[in-house]
């Protein structure tokens, strides 16, 4: 399974280029083992999450370049920064680790005296 998204400025042309250049392959190694889709979250409006180990948390933010956050107890999850990827921009996200739980408090630098505060509970 093939999934593309090309933002700002892919040809129909160049997008049929690039799917006549894929070739079949045999699936290798564990063909049971699947990534967990995102959890999305407005860490405006939640404060509450349960997640499964090897799963993110994308957070739906403005300005993702801005947020920042600190983890209570470190190694249950850890945080990706957002922002400009040279060519995208991505959201902060929190990645689930090991199973535990801990609080993470995020802040926006437009607001640093307004924190949201996100009870995280990562089981397996």
Do not use: C, H
């Amino acid at each position: 399974e093939i999934q593309v998204q090309g933002i700002g400025g892919i040809t129909y042309a160049q997008l049929i280029s690039v799917a006549k250049s894929l070739k079949t392959v045999k699936a290798s190694g564990n063909t049971l083992a699947q990534a967990l889709p995102p959890i999305m979250v407005d860490p405006t409006v939640t404060t509450d999450v349960s997640v499964r180990a090897g799963s993110s948390i994308v957070l739906t933010v403005t300005d993702p370049a801005k947020w920042s956050a600190e983890v209570m107890i470190a190694g249950v999850v850890s945080f990706v920064p957002g922002g400009d990827q040279g060519g995208f921009i991505t959201n902060p996200s929190l990645r689930a680790l090991v199973s535990g739980a801990t609080t993470v408090k995020l802040v926006n630098s437009d607001d640093p005296t307004k924190v949201y505060q996100l009870e995280i509970t990562v089981t397996q």
